[in-house]
């Protein structure tokens, strides 16, 4: 999902609302720039519900790379690929918790995490390190366990990005991707995380904007065969949400008003749009919506979004960072020689960030070099630690690493570097991973 509000605090998550259109909103979306400390968020998400008690409030803190609560200074819990690299279900499900629990007392009962899509392909950037893993039941297990955690705490899960964008190496915020894995494979690969999130009792599913060749010729938003796929092959009856409409997957083929028009005939129950969707715009959606969808389907989709913030009407707050330290400590791997002669010199190679995850306003420290440019003089090499981050999808990265020197990749650890003394995986770039890594260098 997309940065982006309706108004100067809140993004929009249009939810087809009660009444046939005439309640309002059944939910907003609050993304890293409506989040600027826990006790103002508590107070704006206390505000929105003054205006409408049964709000249903969602972020996407999916941990690691991908936070709002804590973009300013990276999260405090590692993402999935740490958590499927420690492949400690109890962990996983406390780490969920605390989330949760953080989630909850800031008002906010709508998670849209976790990531239940499986790494087909290391050169997708848009899942990544947001995925468990690239094992099928790996991924279902955790997936299962992200949801159990984050749901002890009252907050919904929402398992994504149905039936599987991982099996997708392009990025449907910038396009449509097409997907040629048969039905079979996909029964195989793809599917059984979000039947394991299902089973756990997952309280929302959130759409793919991928065509899956195997299923329809329609992306997966706008497929009735999809969302038929989950609610009778997974037994899935919960909320159906849409990622965001704006995103070129849809707006860029079908248009804003027609990608709502047909996710709702589809079978979605809430559609999602980021902030920078003009009020017009969302009036324009509102009025095709009204024209174009009949009510019952209209009120058999505000009824579970009604049933979702139902259950969702008393998160429990708590804390537990202890959690998320112990999850990314766990997390590391280490290969070769990673002692230093002296305080280490940090120099962070930072690639393009995905829209998903945003620019990151936390690092390491130290020197910082973008594609393009070139490293400054480096002395004392024996302290010198080059950080990447998917370096086996930047060939600048690779070639700027220097020989003798500690590498640590917060990425995906498909390449090592074969002229380095020694190499650490953080398996994301989450604050509490740097800190995991950093605190593992200065010890020895």
Known sequence: MSEGGLGPAAAACLFP??????????GVVLFARDSQSPDQLAELTASLRAERPGLLIAVD??????????????????????LGAVDDVALTRRVAAAIGGELAACGVNFDLAPVADVIVDPASAIVGIRSFGTDPALVSRHAAAFVDGLQSAGVAACAKHFPGHGESVADSHLGLPSVETDLETLRARALPPFA???????????????????IDDEAATLSAKTTGLLRSELGFDGLVITDALEMRAISGTVGLEGGAVRALAAGADALCFGADVAPEQVESVRKAIVGGVPEARLLEAAARVAETAAWASSPKAHRDRKAGAEAARRALRVEGDVSLSGEPLFVELRPEATIAAGEAQHGLGGIEVREGEQLPPLEDLGRVVIVVRDAHRHAWQRELV????VVVETGVPEWRPPAARGWISTYGAGRVNLEAAAELLRRR
């Open 17 to 26: 609302p009660l009444g046939a259109l005439v309640e309002g909103a059944g």
């Open 61 to 82: 803190e999916e941990g690691g790379d991908v936070t709002r609560l804590e973009a300013r200074n990276g999260s405090s819990f590692p993402g999935n690929l740490a």
């Open 196 to 214: 394991a999130a299902v089973d756990a009792g997952v309280r929302a599913v959130m759409t793919a904007h991928v065509r899956f060749s195997a």
């Open 402 to 405: 220097t020989a003798g020197t």
